[in-house]
């Protein structure tokens, strides 16, 4: 009888990262594969599965999950299902992921957002256990959120695009993004890129006193007090290459109490914000176990859509 | 054998509507009540289902739906749960409507917000039917919203309170709103008595040309586009008494698609936009019969937690 194991991609705008296995405790292989062109990428993943299978003779590959950047395809009825769509990302526009991977491993293959997998993953494993509503927001590259809510990742008409959340101005900030759709919206203001640009040289760069730490933790708090009041969760989790700078937390605690002024009437904004507004418990591997975790439950929940 | 039917409770600041039947279109009674105090509000809603029950001797009440003006306690594990809490209306803080029902009525009682009840009222058999999720918003005397997702209404650490979004100022407008928390909340500055107040009378009064139409037609597409980021939401429906001014719905619906500037990529905001945003189809009876739905759902799907 063959152990049955799950594999797992997280798709990113600059590398895929993979590994076989059942949790974050047991990990048969993994994988990195930086983000070229679509062919590459699917034959090194599928090069890296049949690898998996051949070391390990007494495993069988149950199904795959996948959580990739967007924006994505998630309508099950769409014909472009399980696709990258209208993605600025040369050469990735209207890739069919969950297509190749299918007909090439011969596996159901679930599919989410990144974000939704890390967010996930967080509900399964990390800071977020036993917390439905969560969100799961990257500060990075770009802006983006994902939400588990009432027993699963929250999908929509497309699926949460938080990063382009339009913000109030911060008084005398003549800084008004880097978005190309849109005037001082999150990821145009608050973005790594975006602190590079208005700080004139790389957020890992400049040291903890720099002042525009100061406007950064603000116009997130602003974003995340958006989020709690519309989607009220147990737990906000905040992973990305620019949260890294773990100073920003309790800045961004201290703006975030602020803004609500006292409104929500509740221990948890009140006194123990601490516990609500944390670092993702699976660092950087959020995403990537999420992915594990969609894949066992696309194979055993939601099998059909899945395969 | 007698016929089960279910009763419905809509608390609002003003007023209690009551219903007792099955859907709306097999309704077996209503009833108005002005909201006095909690006492005299529970005895005239025992008063009517007693009342029903003894004009129709062949049906049984199985349970009973609450959708409440809050906050209130929605966490079946707190000592309060049921109750309203911080609410600003005299008499009204930590009133136990849960339990003063259940012990006089002797059924069980599903308890929600006012907006959650109407989201999913509307989610049932109104304008948002099989659209998960879907969200309703009421603008009146205040603001506030309720989510439809995964199948449920959106429960968290408190409840949605969206009325509450920090909004980006629009250039000029020195009008700073009336909330008492916040300096340009979405409540301080687009609803009823914000309208008035900065129009300097009432908004029923106010022709469909007056300017501050625009003002408010471009508050609420701010508000609204940020939920759309955040939630991803395939109907949001706009109702309460300042949603009657009809004229506001193609107002909102041409400021989202500027916010949004073809940033979301998706026939129903770039072209269907009217079947997006749209005025509920059970008009005032929204929160009526979604607590009418959710007293039949605490029967058959949670009796746990709601009996």
Redesign the interface.
């Known amino acids: 009888m063959p152990r049955k194991v799950y594999g797992a991609i997280e798709g990113g705008g600059t590398k895929f990262n993979c590994v076989i296995g059942t949790d974050p405790d047991h990990v048969l292989a993994t994988h990195t594969i930086p983000t070229t062109n679509p062919q590459s990428m699917l034959d090194a993943v599928i090069h890296f599965f049949q690898q998996a299978l051949q070391d390990h003779k007494d495993i069988e590959l149950v199904a795959v999950g996948v959580g990739s950047f967007g924006?994505i395809d998630l309508n099950p009825t769409s014909a472009t299902y399980g696709y990258i769509?209208?993605t600025p990302k040369s050469g990735w526009q209207y890739t069919d992921i969950v297509g190749s991977l299918k007909e090439r491993l011969g596996v159901p293959v679930a599919f989410d957002t990144d974000v939704n997998a890390a967010a996930l993953g967080e509900y399964r494993w990390g800071a977020a256990q036993g917390s439905d509503?969560s969100v799961y927001i990257t500060v990075g590259t770009g802006i983006g959120?994902g939400?588990y809510?009432?027993?699963?990742p929250?999908?929509?008409?497309?699926?949460?695009?938080?990063?382009?959340?339009?913000?109030?101005?911060l008084d005398g900030d003549d800084f008004f993004g880097i978005c190309p759709?849109?005037t001082?919206c999150w990821e145009g203001v608050a973005s790594g890129p975006a602190i590079a640009s208005r700080a004139g040289k790389p957020a890992q760069d400049l040291p903890s006193d720099h002042p525009v730490w100061e406007i950064e933790a603000q116009y997130l708090a602003?974003a995340i007090?958006?989020?709690?009041?519309?989607?009220?969760?147990?737990r906000i989790i905040l992973g990305g290459g620019v949260m890294r700078q773990e100073h920003l937390f309790p800045r961004i605690r201290y703006y975030v109490q602020k803004?609500?002024?006292?409104?929500?009437?509740?221990p948890?904004?009140l006194n123990d914000i601490a516990s609500?507004i944390v670092p993702p418990k699976l660092g950087s591997y959020a995403g990537l176990f999420g992915a594990l975790e969609l894949g066992k439950q696309g194979k055993s929940v939601s099998a059909e859509s899945a395969s």
């Open positions: 924006p769509t209208t509503p959120g939400i809510v009432n027993g699963a929250l999908h929509g008409l497309i699926h949460p695009e938080m990063g382009h959340l339009q913000l109030p101005r759709y849109h001082h602003m007090t958006s989020i709690i009041y519309i989607t009220s969760p147990y803004i609500i002024n006292g409104y929500l009437n509740h948890a904004v609500l």
